[in-house]
């Protein structure tokens, strides 16, 4: 990161896209030449051969998401959560902005400061500590200790961060048209500007930190989980750049797992996030949906810290009645299959066109979905559930997934970030390897579509 934080200038910016986009036309002419020219290989030289063109390519990507910083790294993050739209080799490689930041340096961390409240973080506080404990794309967070004792976290964001988002998403955009159209790792250009428009959506969500303050109250207001914590926000010691909340003392989740857990910590913790999704989802209304790891603490007492929530999504009362009866659906349609039901389902959520008939839907698009729609359900077709047995995630191979894009009309906003929720949670819950009471009011397989409503 340059001393003056973001580089805005879009020359800059453009030009390290231009580079990125040069080099997936050069790897993916290279790769059609060496696969004219080699004999017939079998499946596992076949994979493995895939399993490197994926990663080489999210190297080519990450390297230009990591080299402009600030939204375009936080877009890598994002990105490479979205399990329906990139190969896993790809992801592997996006998922490295989660590690690979730069921290400010003290005089940028100063001048912030002095710009938002004319005064440096020295004065302001009782004691700040000048070195970040914690930094992330959009921004990197300080210890500090307030007049009346308390210890705080000081979030502050990059310089330059707010002015790069539209122009990184369209340069993104035109990065991944030619990655759609070059080679056949992602899906066609309609699925792309879903997936970035939501990305843009909630890149200027999370740059407002007075939005967010708001965010944490609402839910320190409403949600009602016993053993979930959440910080105090302190207005006086906070601004649009710059957010002061309470410090939790708490260990993340891999360093967490490292103190080796034993199997009823893990248990607990396991039923509180799943727990607090559903009670978000169901009952608030409202989802914390940013489902990375590192918003989440686990602290000594066995209770969850819960930060972050520049990412937070209010949830349609409708959506939501709407989802419990898919879901139920769904868990009916293994035993007693029900495909008219289903393909009007299907069309009522906004997922497929009207002239996609029942028959076409049948034989044409649900033996694309049907692995996803039992990998969806699992956790839910008995009372308790052991997430180490949870099963992979299924991914579509390219050419699987643009046959069913071909039927498929879009991605309603909500179902986007449920689903992307949703999917964080499962991950979450396999890796600490919990056992979660699974049966709840809304979704099990005693549970009838009147039942959510």
């Not at 329906?84 to 902005?97: C, H, S, T």
């Not at 914390?288 to 009362?317: R, S």
């Not at 029900?338 to 299907?346: A, G, I, M, N």
């Amino acid at each position: 990161m340059s001393e003056e934080g973001i580089s805005t200038g879009k020359f800059s910016r453009s030009a390290s896209f231009g580079m990125a986009a040069t080099k997936i036309g050069l790897k993916h002419l290279g790769r059609k030449g060496k696969n004219s020219l080699k004999g017939p290989e079998n499946d596992a030289d076949r994979r493995a051969d895939q399993d490197r063109y994926e990663a080489e390519i999210g190297k080519i990507l990450f390297q230009a998401l990591n080299q402009l910083k600030g939204t375009a790294l936080k877009a890598s993050q994002i990105l490479s959560l979205e399990v329906d739209f990139l190969p896993k080799g790809v992801r592997a490689e996006l998922a490295k902005a989660c590690h690979q930041v730069t921290p400010l340096n003290k005089a940028l961390v100063h001048k912030v400061f002095r710009q938002a409240f004319q005064t440096s973080p020295h004065d302001l506080f009782e004691t700040f500590e000048d070195t970040a404990f914690a930094a992330a794309s959009l921004g990197q967070v300080h210890r500090a200790r307030l007049a009346d004792g308390s210890d705080v976290a000081v979030k502050i964001q990059y310089p330059g961060i707010a002015a790069s988002i539209k122009s990184d998403i369209t340069l993104l955009d035109r990065l991944l048209s030619i990655l759609s159209s070059t080679t056949d790792l992602i899906p066609d250009r309609k699925v792309i500007r879903i997936i970035l428009t939501e990305i843009e959506h909630q890149l200027a969500r999370e740059v407002d930190y007075h939005q967010e303050a708001a965010h944490v109250q609402w839910f320190r207001d409403n949600l009602s989980l016993a053993g979930v914590i959440l910080p105090a926000t302190y207005p006086d010691h906070s601004s649009e750049r710059v957010l002061t909340m309470q410090y939790l003392d708490g260990l993340h989740l891999d360093d967490w797992l490292a103190t080796d857990p034993d199997q009823a910590s893990r248990d607990h913790f396991s039923q509180l996030l799943f727990d607090l999704f559903l009670k978000s989802f169901f009952d608030l209304g409202c989802i914390h949906a940013d489902p990375h790891p590192g918003n989440f603490l686990f602290m000594a007492d066995g209770e969850l810290g819960l930060i972050d929530f520049g990412c937070v999504k209010n949830v349609d009362p409708g959506f939501a009645a709407q989802q419990a009866d898919f879901y139920n659906l769904l868990i009916r349609h293994q035993s007693q299959p029900d495909p008219q039901k289903l393909h009007e389902l299907y069309f009522t959520m906004g997922l497929i066109d009207e002239d996609l008939d029942l028959q076409s839907f049948q034989d044409k698009l649900q033996p694309y979905l049907q692995g996803m729609q039992a990998w969806c359900i699992e956790p839910f077709q008995t009372p308790r559930f052991d997430f180490t047995q949870k099963t992979p995630v299924p991914v579509l191979d390219t050419h699987e997934a643009r046959q069913a894009m071909k039927f498929l009309k879009g991605m309603p906003r909500d179902l986007l970030y449920f689903d992307r929720t949703y999917h964080g949670l499962v991950h979450m819950l396999k890796k600490i390897g919990g056992r979660v009471v699974t049966e709840n009011p809304w979704i099990g397989p005693d549970l009838g579509s009147e039942s959510a409503k």
